[in-house]
DNA sequence: TCAGGGATTCTT
DNA sequence: AGAATCCCTGAC
């Protein structure tokens, strides 16, 4: 079952906890790809320096960060590497959550494919490496900056399924990867996770 | 118009 | 620890 307007009119730091244990799809030609979201970011709009929409910076490129929740965030990160963001809060704040990691479910093969371009017996020793980061994750799932301003919810080729509930218990909060930049901002416990998961991204 | 830097990843 | 690599941003 997809994931609801109210649900994703959650504030942002909810959402992002509620996001962990989900199933982030994508149905591509090729075929269906997904994996259980297992690590997320919070930008919280303007006060956030380590937001792209801090300061209410408002461009081409974060535009769509002022759009209604459930709404695609794409970027690209030097040069090279995509990120995925769920847009967030209500509309005119400029809020989103970056997906760090999955844990692969569907489409593995695929996964391997787009990731390494390879090869039945390279698959099992870099199955854990699939997925383990926001670019990794882009990368093996096909989404690229073509999503960018989707919405997750009508009918679009991306969408978040219910899966199993998450215990509070096993779920880590921490400050932001990267972020150094960002001064005070950047202790701010606006990271989750799952406890002990093997595809959450090292750091 | 242009220099600087980045919500990363892979290799050395 | 350093390179790859190029779009975005803000300043000039």
Redesign the pocket.
């Known amino acids: 079952m997809t994931i609801t307007k109210e649900f994703l009119e959650q504030p942002t730091l909810e959402l992002a906890r509620q996001l962990i244990g989900k199933e982030l799809v994508h149905e591509t030609t090729q075929g269906t790809l997904s994996g259980k979201i297992v690590e997320v970011?919070a930008?919280k709009g303007p006060e956030d320096k380590?937001?792209?929409?801090y300061?209410g910076?408002r461009?081409?490129?974060?535009e769509i960060?002022y759009s209604a929740p459930g709404h695609v965030?794409m970027?690209?990160?030097?040069?090279?590497?995509h990120?995925f963001?769920i847009v967030s809060g209500p509309i005119g704040k400029p809020e989103?959550i970056?997906i760090?990691a999955l844990e692969p479910i569907q489409g593995i093969e695929l996964m391997l494919k787009n990731?390494f371009g390879i090869k039945e017996s390279y698959l099992r020793s870099q199955y854990r490496?699939l997925t383990n980061?926001?670019?990794?994750?882009c990368k093996a799932m096909q989404l690229n900056m073509d999503l960018y301003g989707q919405t997750l919810m009508d009918n679009h080729s991306v969408s978040i399924r219910h899966s199993q509930s998450v215990d509070d218990s096993d779920i880590i909060r921490s400050p932001?990867?990267?972020?150094d930049?960002a001064e005070e901002h950047a202790a701010l416990p606006y990271r989750f996770h799952l406890r002990d998961h093997p595809h959450v991204?090292k750091a």
């Open positions: 970011e930008y380590a937001a792209h929409s300061g910076r461009t081409s490129r974060t960060m965030y970027f690209l990160i030097y040069g090279m590497h990120c963001n989103a970056l760090r990731r490496n980061g926001p670019g990794k994750l932001r990867i990267n972020i930049y991204s």
